[in-house]
């Protein structure tokens, strides 16, 4: 089971923290990502992160803006979002898989198993 929250209201320019916990049973290799969805388009990956070695993988859309970090104790992975945009507001949802996922495939919804509820985040200008 995943929990999002974080999400809100933000002014252009703003930051916001998005948050996700994984309960239930987890490997030592899952991986966590974000994925949003703007009214009217399709869902998107953001970012995501392993938890062995943390790598991570960005959209082009948000790399230098968004944080992606997690703590393997909990379970939980974090979205540090700054220099928001407009453009960024959109459900934001988080995903997981207990499986090691290539890099290559981060950004692949297939890759993931679980996903939450989106989280809110609107931006205004």
């Known amino acids: 089971q995943l929990q999002a929250s974080g999400g809100g209201l933000v002014q252009a320019g703003g930051s916001l923290r998005v948050s996700c916990a994984a309960s239930?049973?987890?490997?030592?290799?899952?991986?966590m990502g974000w994925f949003r969805q703007a009214p009217g388009k399709e869902r998107e990956f953001v970012a995501a992160?392993?938890?062995?070695?943390?790598?991570?993988a960005y959209a082009e859309s948000v790399k230098g803006r968004f944080l992606i970090s997690r703590d393997n104790a909990k379970t939980m992975v974090y979205l540090q979002m700054n220099s928001l945009k407009p453009e960024d507001t959109a459900d934001y949802y988080c995903?997981?898989?207990?499986?090691?996922?290539?890099?290559?495939?981060?950004?692949?919804?297939?890759?993931?198993?679980?996903w939450g509820q989106g989280t809110l985040v609107t931006v205004s200008s």
């Open positions: 992160i392993r938890r062995s070695g943390g790598a991570s």
């Open positions: 995903a997981f898989t207990n499986g090691h996922v290539i890099i290559s495939a981060l950004s692949s919804e297939g890759s993931y198993d679980y």
């Open positions: 239930g049973r987890t490997s030592s290799t899952f991986t």
